[in-house]
């Protein structure tokens, strides 16, 4: 992940970040552990509860007994399974389950708001992780 700008602006308004993320729970799912942890301590900052998992039988055991999981942040390819495949598992124990997935430099044709091209920056990622929570308020 890029290192974030010492002034962090974003889409979302500021005042209301702190509310909304303090009763969120993001499960990030990264074969690369200091990458996952640098992830994790971005939303962790801005409220959010993380919990970690490096493939996808630890995400599942972490759903099954943590919080209940609103955002899965994945791998939109990993060794054992895709992403998408992982989020279809995770909803069958947490059905409001919003994800973000995220795909190495270079990948191409993925317009959609929940594909997260590296290299990103922390303020990239929070502008999609409450892009998530926008949008699935906006569908109910």
């Known amino acids: 992940m890029a290192s974030r700008a010492g002034n962090r602006q974003y889409s979302v308004d500021r005042v209301l970040r702190p509310a909304r993320a303090a009763s969120v729970t993001v499960l990030v799912v990264a074969e690369d552990t200091s990458f996952g942890e640098e992830c994790g301590r971005v939303l962790e900052e801005d ?8 493939h996808s039988g630890h995400a599942l055991l972490a759903c099954l007994s943590g919080r209940p999981t609103d955002i899965l942040i994945a791998e939109l390819s990993m060794a054992d399974g895709s992403g998408p495949a992982l989020a279809e598992r995770l909803k069958r124990h947490s059905p409001n389950l919003r994800s973000l997935f995220l795909a190495p430099a270079g990948t191409s044709g993925h317009q959609d708001g929940n594909v997260l091209v590296r290299p990103f920056t922390g303020a990239d990622l929070l502008d999609r992780v409450y892009g998530c929570l926008i949008s699935s308020r906006q569908a109910s």
């Open 47 to 54: 409220g959010f509860a993380v919990m970690h998992a490096r």
